[in-house]
Structure formats: C-alpha cells, structure tokens
C-alpha cells in the first residue's frame, strides 16, 4: 500500500519544483487554461494508473480499499482534477460494475481500465436533483437490446470518457423498480445518436470536463443492463456505500496540502521581526486545523475499513462520513485562510496552490449527492439504532481490527453490501467501552462526555414518530442528526485510539485529545476540557505537524507510517520561543 502511493509520488516529483512538468506550477498553467493537465494524465498512464480500480481476483492492484485511498490520496494531494478527472469518475462507474455487473461485465470494465481507458457515470438531471427515482431519461427494450432517449445534464468527465455508466427509467410504475444500470464500454461521442452540450464552466476544478449530452433513440446491446430491469436504484445505492465512504477520505488529501502550503508560507513569512508561525493565533489555527483533519481522518479510516468487515453497517457510515467529513475540510480551509490572508486568494507567488486547492475542494459537498441528502438518508435509521444498540456492550474482540487502519484486510465483496437499516452500531458502540476504563486519562474523560451526548441523542430519537424522520422532518432533527454524526466521530477517534497500540505514528493521546476537542466544539454544552489545556494540546500538536511537515510525512493518520511526501525545502528557521514584539 504505502510503496505504490510512495512509488506513484516518485514519478510524478516534487511538485514545488519549478521545473517539474506535472509540478504545482505546470498545474496552475492547466488551470488557467481549464484544460487537465496532459503531462500528469500521460505519466499515470505510464502507470497504469487505473489498475488500482480493478480488484485483485480480475487482474488490477486494488487489494483493499484503504490500498486504494492510499494511491487516490497522491493525485488528489496534488490535483483534485487529477482525482477526479483521471480515476475518480472512472472509480463511481466501476464500483457499480463490481457490486451489480457478471462475470463477462467485470472483465470487460476490468480490461477496459487496464488499458487506461476512462469512465462517466450520468445519473441526475437537474429537473430532478437528488430525486433519483423522478429520473425521466428513459431505455427502451427492442429486438436485439435497448434504445436510449432522453438528456443528461451534468456529467464529470463527459469530454474524456471511452465509456459510461447510466441510469435510466425502464418502467412508468411508480416506486423504486422504475429504472435500471447499464454500462456502455465503448462511447462515440460522433455519433449521430449521440448529441453532446456545451462545456459547463466552474470556478473549482476547472480541469474537469462538466457537460450534458442527449441521446437519440441510441442502441445499446441487451448484454449491456447491469443486473436485472429494475434494480438499478438497488444497485446505485449499494455501490454508493462504497464511493460515498472513500471519496471524501480521498479529498482529505487536497486540504492536507492546503495545511503544508500555509505552514511552509507562515514559516517564510516574517512579521514584527520573527516569522508568522511564531504568533500564537497562527500556531493555534494551524493545530486546530491539523486536529480536524485527523478526525475526519479517523472517521474515513473506519468506515472504509467496515466495508471490508462489517458491510451490514455501511448504509449507517457511508452517509455519516459524505456529511460530516465535507464540512471538516471546508473548515480546514476556512481555518488555513485566515493565517494566509491575502495570499489565500492569489493565482500567482508561492502561495498560488491554495486558492485553486480551495476552490477545488469546495464541490466535495455536494459532489455525488449533497450533504443535506446525506443527512436525510440517516433519519430512518437513527430512531431503531437508538432502541437496538446505543450504549450498549463495546465492540467483541475481533472487530477491533476495525479501528486499526492498516492492518490486514479481507479482499472486499461488493456484492456483500445490502440496503437494510443496521441492527448494530459498532463504532458507537466503543464509547461506554472506553468511558469505563480505569484511570482518568483526558481520552476517557472525552469519552464520558461524548457518551453522554449519544444518551441524550438516544432519548430524542426514541420519542420520534415515523414521519419525524422524513425528508420534510423538523429541523430539530436534522440538528440531531448532525450531532450524532459528530458523536459517530469521536466514537471513531477513540476507537482508533484504543485499539491501534501506538500503531498510528503520532502521539496516542495527543492527536486523539486534540480532535475530540475540535468536534467537542461542534455539540452544545461545555467541552471537557479547561482552556489552559486545549492551549497545551494546541502547542503540542503544532509542533508534531511541523515534524511531519519537516519529515516529509502525510499529516494524517493513515499515511503517517510509510509514505514520503515531497515539500518544499525550507531556509527559515524558527525557536521554540521566538519573542513577538
């Protein structure tokens, strides 16, 4: 895992140095010109960089999910247009291969990616939104397979796909078994039947290719459905767990680089006669950003690695991490772009990254269904999860595997994944288990205190009735379903915590202490904390960022242990306590 993500870092360089083709300057030139950057695109070909899409078992590299994260991570570290534009809509079109494709299906896809070819999924319409089920694009069954008709509005990557997945109405019944998958391996966009829109423009990833097209009555073979007529929304939903868990995880990357550039600027930047980074405001803002970033780390690290083990709980996980982890890294960004100021805002010097990264980022909360539709989606299953399994016994010994980023993984089943609502919550789960541990350290006093949250929550939801839980629910339950998410959080966080044995690479009660605080401050109520302790656990943060920054290393939980990370090299020197005038 960490020699491929190290290996693909290799080959496409420092991305500080000037003079490198697939470098942060080459990608800011890309930028203004809306284009993908080709250099990049042509040495991840080079790669066979889209291997690591295709499972094990049909030939490719992808022998975890977290594998995978691991090598998506160098590209969106760099260039979320990359992420996206390169694999990342390749990734939404092949998992639903794998979860609802046969055999021959697989192969094809599976071959088709070897090749470096690339993949659109087109799902919504803007008349509809997130309303999947109004889709009105429609397949027509005929002699010798389906005919498509009909328009779809917004599809990433429409202008660089070989091929597509697409969602389409075969049925005027009303209910969930109106519309069905199918895959296209070959896409003409010439083609007479075939008739593509206007490029959309956007202000973030700008390197993408955003467009509609319209089809005209346009022949696919029968071999082309995905699955049976009808389960296509199953289908949708199922792969969903999947993407909706590991692409936020993936865009974790791009405010991991948004950190480091404000970090190696403050320490550049000198102010009242010693560097930025040595006001206490800036080593404030850089630990807290840092704090937040390893919790929406955590939170990524075990639902990814529950799909591999505990998949039944994933229709739980998934929509908690595409809610909460979005409005963590904007508030990363947020945080960083108060330390840079005016240069946040640039499009050239040596701070010019962040405002393309920043705009870059910005879709991740409403890219592949919205944040709000994410939060709907936990509603149901809140009130039965609540009754069933809150605060009840901790996790059984063999699912600590699933707070252990990086160790052994069972190859992952697409096909395991399923739609009904969880009878556990294992991650919860862990908070009475840590809250009870002798001792009294600040982690299990955290525990108490989010333990306590998930009681209050549980009584809320117990009382609600079955149309409290609805799309048109009240807002206070809305509210608390954001709380749980950030109670689901720090659930992962101590988690991880308890059951990794030092085996994160950071200091165990540090990093863990300073992203409980940072979601304590997400909930009503005090924090558990006294303020001349959150200042400590700021201070010591700050500087275990600035060692890993100075090292090298990722500045997150997963990748801390084995892959290299290029920076920029630094002339300013900072002391431990620089005087401020």
Known sequence: MADRASALEALLGDPWQETNPTGFRALLAADEREEQLAAATEALDGFAFNRELVPAALGGRLDSLEGLVAAMRVLWRRDPCLGVGYAGSSYLAAVQVWTGGDEPQRRTMAD????????????????????????AFRATPVADGWELRGRKDVVTNLGACDGMVLFARTSDRPGSRSHSLFLLPELDLASARLRPGPRYRSSGLRGVHLGGAEFLDHPVPAGALLGLPGQGLELGLRSFQVTRATLPAMFLATAETALRVTLTAAEERRLYGAPVVALPYVRASVARAAADLLAADALCAVAIRALHLLPEEAP???????????QLLKDVVDTLRTVLGAQSYLREGPAAIFQKLSRDLAPIAFMH??????????LPLLPR?????WLGTGPTPGEAGLFRPGAPLPPMDFTALGLGIPRTDTVSATLAAVAEQPGGTLPTRFAAHFRD?????????????????TIDAPAAVFEAAHRYTVVLAAAACLGVWRHSGGGTGLGEDLWV???LDRLAARLPGRRPVTAEERTELEDALF????????????????????TRTPRKSHDTQFTQRAEVP
């Open 369 to 378: 269904a919205s944040r709000t539709a994410c939060q709907a989606g936990l």
């Open 112 to 135: 088709a990616l070897s090749a470096n070819r690339r993949f659109a999924t087109a799902y919504n319409e803007l008349e509809h939104g997130n309303d999947l089920t109004a889709a």
């Open 453 to 469: 949250e998930l009681a209050r929550l549980r009584d809320h939801f117990t009382g609600l009735a079955p149309q409290d839980t």
């Open 513 to 515: 202490s300073a992203a």
């Open 543 to 562: 500087r275990q960022t600035v060692d890993l920054h100075h090292a090298g290393r990722p500045l997150d939980l997963t990748g801390v242990r084995g």
């Open 385 to 389: 999860l609540a009754r069933r399994s």
């Open 316 to 326: 739980l996980l998934a929509p908690a991490v595409k809610y909460l982890v979005p």
